[in-house]
């Protein structure tokens, strides 16, 4: 950012615990971003909120927030089934966007929403922040040259503890679902990893309710002709499992926290060139996304999540619901 380009002045649309994670704290180390504002549906909340996060503008409404003309772009870490509704109003509103994954319900209103960004000069980024690692970037890399040889299996995970059954996400309601809120990381590092869309071969749920997913395992097939398995889980007997392993002809690679690889990470390949072990900067994948963010915002530069690759990933989550006899999420 140059000294007289200003930075991007960002508005949280609701007072999320991941907030402070995945946007407040990066910006504080970002010179091209500024939180400035959040809105909750209770004013009084979002004014603690802002007192404690030191944002200067607090809304009772959402509406008050993305109506604010000070603001540039707006961060949506809402319930699942709010996503869509309030991203094509910041995209009415000319705003940018970035949200929270899962982009929106299902593939039809992911699609809708793709058109729309589409025929708009704004930035709508989901917000898969490990996609943005170096850890990231590297396994695709190696996956692209050729170093596995012809890909046979790919197999990813995304598993850990949420026994408050009251949670929003295990409200169907809402858009809620294990596939949801930790599959689509799964089903979306099978797809980044595994160099393509997969086809749903079969899936099995392990449920909460007679709609809602505690648990899925899915069987997937390749364009290319090799096979794939996605875990993924809110409460199993996986509690924790974060980790991805790509299989080819000539070697293996293994990575255990892609996630989260600011927290501990660990690659691994096997072939030809022998056995080694590489590591990442312990950088927070959250600020690496940001740094995406203003990027295309301020300079026009690409983004890797973009709305026809959340049209793609909510294609494959349809797809596992489908397959697993299950009702597909609707919006709120």
């Given at each position: 950012?140059?000294?007289t380009?200003p930075p991007v002045r960002?508005g949280?649309?609701g007072?999320?615990r991941?907030?402070?994670?995945?946007?407040i704290?990066?910006?504080?180390?970002?010179?091209?971003v500024?939180?400035?504002?959040?809105a909750a549906?209770?004013?009084?909340?979002a004014?603690?909120?802002?007192?404690?996060h030191?944002?200067?503008?607090?809304?009772g409404?959402?509406?008050?927030l993305?109506a604010?003309?000070?603001?540039?772009?707006v961060y949506i870490?809402?319930p699942?089934?709010?996503?869509g509704?309030?991203i094509r109003?910041?995209i009415?509103?000319?705003?940018?966007?970035l949200c929270?994954?899962?982009?929106?319900?299902?593939?039809?209103?992911?699609?809708?929403?793709?058109?729309?960004?589409?025929t708009s000069d704004?930035v709508v980024m989901?917000?898969?922040?490990?996609?943005y690692?170096?850890?990231?970037?590297r396994?695709?890399?190696?996956?692209a040259?050729?170093?596995?040889g012809k890909?046979?299996?790919?197999?990813?995970?995304?598993?850990?503890p949420?026994?408050?059954?009251?949670d929003i996400?295990?409200?169907y309601?809402l858009?809620g679902?294990a596939?949801?809120?930790?599959?689509?990381?799964?089903?979306?590092?099978?797809?980044i990893?595994?160099?393509g869309t997969p086809?749903?071969?079969?899936a099995?749920a392990?449920?909460r309710?007679?709609?809602?997913?505690?648990?899925m395992?899915?069987e997937?097939r390749?364009p290319a002709?090799?096979?794939?398995?996605?875990?993924?889980s809110?409460?199993?007997?996986?509690?924790?499992e974060m980790?991805a392993?790509?299989i080819g002809?000539?070697g293996?690679l293994r990575?255990?926290?892609p996630?989260?690889p600011?927290l501990?990470?660990?690659?691994t390949?096997?072939?030809?060139?022998g056995?080694?072990?590489?590591r990442?900067?312990?950088?927070a994948?959250?600020s690496?996304?940001?740094d995406a963010?203003?990027?295309?915002?301020l300079r026009g530069?690409p983004?890797?999540t973009t709305p026809q690759?959340?049209?793609e990933?909510?294609?494959v989550?349809?797809?596992v619901?489908?397959?697993a006899?299950?009702?597909?999420?609707?919006?709120?």
């Open positions: 950012m140059t000294a380009t960002i949280i649309v007072a999320a991941i907030a402070p994670m995945a946007l704290k990066p910006a504080r180390a970002c010179d091209d500024s939180v400035a504002a959040v549906r209770d004013v009084a909340r004014r603690d909120f802002a007192k404690k030191g944002i200067d503008t607090a809304y409404s959402y509406d008050e993305i604010d003309p000070d603001l540039d772009a870490p809402l699942n089934g709010l996503h509704r309030w109003a910041a009415d509103a000319g705003k940018h966007v929270e994954k899962p982009f929106t319900a299902n593939e039809a209103e992911a699609v809708d929403i793709a058109e729309r960004a589409a704004r989901e917000a898969f922040h490990y996609r690692h170096p850890l990231a970037l396994v695709e890399e190696i996956v040259s050729g170093e596995l890909l046979q299996h790919v197999e990813t995970a995304m598993c850990f949420l026994p408050k059954f009251s996400r295990y409200n309601a858009a679902g596939t949801m809120d930790a599959g689509c990381y799964a089903i979306h590092m099978a797809r990893f595994g160099g086809e749903v071969v079969s099995q392990k449920l309710d007679g709609q809602v997913d505690r648990a395992t899915a997937l390749y002709g090799h096979t794939g398995r996605v875990r993924c809110m409460w199993s007997t996986s509690l924790v980790s392993r790509v002809e000539d293996e990575v255990f926290n996630v989260l600011q501990y990470h660990r690659l390949v096997r072939s030809a060139n056995k080694r072990v590489e990442f900067p312990r950088r994948s959250y690496y996304q940001l963010f203003a990027g295309a915002v530069e983004v890797k690759d959340a049209v990933n909510m294609r989550i349809d797809a619901y489908r397959a006899g299950l009702p597909l999420r609707e919006p709120a």
